[in-house]
């Protein structure tokens, strides 16, 4: 059978069908949403009778990955604007993670702690091969070694 990825996080309905149906829950947000919807899935999963440690759980997230904290920005404002999104759309957007190595590291650090182990990056056009390659070698090991 092919297996089955459900996203999102809705607590009644998404959550209880990613217990009873799904082999991977792909989640978005701050570490503290996440650790709460966890918590939630996991009761939804002893409900059914399921361990919660068949399901894989991912993360999506925006990375955009620079030496400096304000030349990620930089990239990520010219990436808005090459898309035409009103940054006041995604000023608040927790899932862009816009910064250093370090920076990233640590929001997947801290996702992998709540029992996130695949990270999922979705990356605006124009395609940014510089994060891909910071996030495959520099990041990726950071995260490994935690």
Same mark, same amino acid.
């Given at each position: 059978?092919? @297996? +089955? ?8 309905k ?9 082999? $991977? ?5 701050p570490?503290?949403?996440?650790r709460?919807k966890? !918590? ?6 002893? !409900?059914v ?6 399901? !894989?759980?991912t993360?999506?997230?925006?990375? +955009?990955? =620079?030496?400096?904290?304000e ?5 990520w404002?010219?990436q808005?604007?090459h898309?035409r999104? @009103?940054?006041?759309e995604? +000023?608040?957007?927790d899932?862009f993670w816009?910064g250093? @190595? ?8 801290? =996702? ?14 124009p $395609?940014?091969?510089e ?16």
């Amino acid at each position: 059978r092919l @297996p +089955i990825m459900i996203g999102g996080s809705g607590e009644r309905k998404t959550l209880r069908t990613v217990a009873r149906y799904a082999d $991977f829950w792909n989640a978005m947000g701050p570490v503290e949403f996440l650790r709460h919807k966890v !918590e939630v899935l996991r009761r939804h999963c002893d !409900e059914v009778g399921r361990d919660i440690a068949d399901i !894989e759980l991912t993360a999506g997230c925006k990375p +955009i990955i =620079r030496d400096t904290p304000e030349e990620a920005r930089r990239v990520w404002e010219a990436q808005m604007a090459h898309n035409r999104t @009103p940054m006041a759309e995604v +000023i608040d957007d927790d899932t862009f993670w816009v910064g250093t @190595p370090d920076q990233v590291a640590e929001q997947m650090i801290a =996702r992998k702690a709540l029992g996130f182990h695949t990270f999922l990056a979705e990356l605006a056009a124009p $395609f940014d091969d510089e994060t891909l390659e910071r996030w495959i070698g520099e990041v990726r090991p950071m995260v490994d070694a935690a």
